[in-house]
Each structure stands twice: as structure tokens, then as C-alpha cells.
DNA sequence: AACGTACACTTAT
DNA sequence: ATAAGTGTACGTT
């Protein structure tokens, strides 16, 4: 088993994406790219199409880590949709600190997508940057509401 | 191995 | 506005 790395870009900055096959072990953020491919719906979703990435398996879920329950139901919440830490903290019996630090910790964001987590009162946090958080749910919202209005 | 501190929060004073 | 509750990680003894 070879894992694969390589990167996209995402608006400013390049998603660097440790993967093989559906099985994804590490996504980061940098400001810089690095050579070799991405699996193609990582790709499309970073250039703003609206793909469902649950298809995907993370190493977080996959590890019987502390957090995994709280990963597993994170990977639930659906494109263009948003939960607080709150709601995913009663769902797995936490607290929403406890949420907080386990998206802080998240090794595989976009696959695990804990920019849909946001505070009760205002859009929480992200690392390396919120900007990128910012990006994502406006994207998202958007396009989810392009579907609605050619859908129907 | 124990201890203190730092968090991507929330809820109740 | 402030404080307490919460679980894990990480650095310092």
C-alpha cells in the first residue's frame, strides 16, 4: 500500500492530500504547492463544484482515536449544510469544548468537513486560517442555492 | 507520572 | 461581563 500525496488549489492556497484510493490520511493548508495528483473529486470540489465528499474514508475515523465518534458524526453533515458544536457535542455526549479541540485536531479536513461546525453565536474557528472557512461556507451556500433554484 | 495550562464553545450568573 | 463545565494534548516538573 503506496500513499500518494499531491496538491490542489483552493482559492489562495494549496490543499496538500495524502492519500490511497478512497482511504485519505492526511489534508493540510499551506501556501505552497507540492508535486503528484489528487483524486479527482478533491480536485472538483476545491474548484468549486458541488461534490459530496463522503465517499471518502478518513484515517479518523478509521482509528479508534478519542475523537473518532465526534469525527464520525461530523463527516454526517452534508454539503451547504452547518451544525454548532453544541448540536455535535449532545450527539455524541461531549461537551462543545471538547468539539471544538477535536476540529482544532482534525487531520483530514474537507473529508472530515469541520468548517460545517460553527459556533452558536458567530462562525468559530479555523486553522491555518478562517478565511478559509469563510470561502467554503459561502461557496457551499451558494451552490446550494443555485441547485435549489434550477431543481425545482 | 503527575500537574498545569491552553484551547476552533456554551450556558447560566 | 464573567465564570464554570468540559476532555484532550502538550509542555514542564
Known amino acids: 500500500m503506496e500513499t500518494i500525496s499531491g496538491s490542489c488549489r483552493l482559492g489562495l492556497w494549496h490543499v496538500h492530500v495524502y492519500w490511497n484510493g478512497d482511504l485519505v490520511s492526511r489534508i493540510r493548508f499551506s501556501r505552497t504547492g507540492i508535486d503528484g ?3 479527482l473529486l ?12 463522503r465517499s471518502f474514508v478518513s484515517i479518523a475515523i478509521q482509528d479508534n482515536t478519542p ?9 454526517k453533515i452534508p454539503y451547504g449544510k452547518t451544525a454548532t458544536y453544541g448540536e ?3 450527539q455524541v455526549g461531549t461537551s462543545p469544548r471538547v468539539v471544538g479541540q ?7 479536513p474537507l473529508i472530515i468537513p469541520c468548517h460545517r461546525v460553527v ?3 458567530g462562525i ?7 478565511e478559509i472557512k469563510e470561502l467554503l461556507l459561502a461557496r457551499e451556500k451558494r451552490n446550494r442555492r ?7
Not at 42 to 53: E, N, T
Not at 67 to 75: F, G, K, L, N, T
Not at 124 to 130: L, N
Not at 146 to 152: G, M
Open 146 to 152: 443555485k441547485n435549489r433554484d434550477t431543481s425545482a
Open 102 to 108: 477535536a476540529m482544532a485536531r482534525n487531520p483530514t
Open 88 to 90: 455535535i457535542a449532545r
Open 67 to 75: 475523537y473518532s465518534r465526534i469525527y464520525r458524526a461530523v463527516q
Open 42 to 53: 478533491i480536485r472538483q470540489y476545491c474548484a468549486g463544484k458541488p461534490v459530496d465528499l
Open 124 to 130: 468559530g474557528g479555523f486553522s491555518p486560517d478562517i
Open 119 to 121: 459556533a452558536a453565536n
Open 37 to 39: 495528483s489528487v483524486p
